[in-house]
């Protein structure tokens, strides 16, 4: 079973709109971390966030925010402002305290920003 | 500049021929990864190792191989026994294998066999 579920396979915008990429995840595990990469054109994962499962403040980095709810097991990401520079597949993952240095990943969503 | 670097950036070959995909890391870090990517997938991990002169192997390890003699270095063999080895490879490292840490990636190598 995918650990974790990214359902929005691509989605576009027009500039300054604001975005929402949705993440679900699925663990038994009570310590957890869950993650957001960025993988622009160029093909390079760029690392975003990390939130711990014992820590559900939302985070806010700019015009990025984070959304982190134990209770839908979601971890949503949203930018605000949209500019075409955020054009790139967003991958959300999941590691296990069980499961030593394994990142699992979702299938990425295509995020298209136009001008 | 401390980073993973893999070269070549873009490979061909032919089927039936091994071909090693080169990953450097100047981070000091202890642990290293490969991942898979084809198209609308997300990455899926074919070895990972945790410390030198050791590695496992990941959800899709068959028809490849690795090593890691040096700590800085983690190459990646894609035998002729892998049946579809045409996808892009991404390198990644972290500091050590806690499930806190995040991973950083190198840029890629795209292999394509014809």
């Known amino acids: 079973a995918q650990k974790v579920t990214q359902a929005q396979t691509e989605i576009s915008v027009v500039e300054k709109e604001d975005v929402t990429l949705d993440c679900v995840y699925e663990?038994?595990?009570?310590?957890?971390?869950l993650f957001w990469y960025k993988q622009p054109p160029s093909g390079e994962l760029v690392f975003l966030i990390r939130?711990?499962?014992?820590?559900?403040q939302n985070e806010i980095s700019g015009r990025y925010s984070w959304n982190f709810q134990k209770s839908t097991s979601s971890f949503n990401f949203t930018i605000t402002a949209s500019q075409v520079v955020d054009s790139a597949v967003y991958f959300c993952a999941l590691s296990e305290g069980s499961t030593l240095g394994r990142l699992y990943f979702g299938r990425g969503t295509q995020l298209t920003v136009w001008p | 500049d401390g980073g993973i670097t893999q070269s070549p950036k873009y490979l061909f070959r032919k089927e039936g021929q091994n071909v090693t995909l080169s990953c450097e890391q100047n981070l000091n870090h202890d642990a290293m990864y490969w991942y898979r990517q084809d198209p609308g997938q997300g990455l899926r991990l074919i070895y990972y190792s945790q410390i030198v002169n050791d590695f496992q192997k990941g959800d899709i390890a068959e028809g490849y191989s690795v090593s890691r003699e040096k700590k800085e270095s983690f190459p990646l063999t894609v035998t002729s026994a892998q049946k579809n080895p045409t996808a892009f490879y991404l390198c990644?490292?972290?500091?050590?294998?806690?499930?806190?840490?995040?991973?950083?990636f190198g840029p890629g190598t795209r292999l394509t066999v014809t």
């Open positions: 990644a490292s972290s500091i050590g294998d806690r499930s806190s840490y995040e991973q950083y």
């Open positions: 663990t038994r595990d009570t310590t957890y971390y």
């Open positions: 939130r711990n499962s014992f820590d559900e």
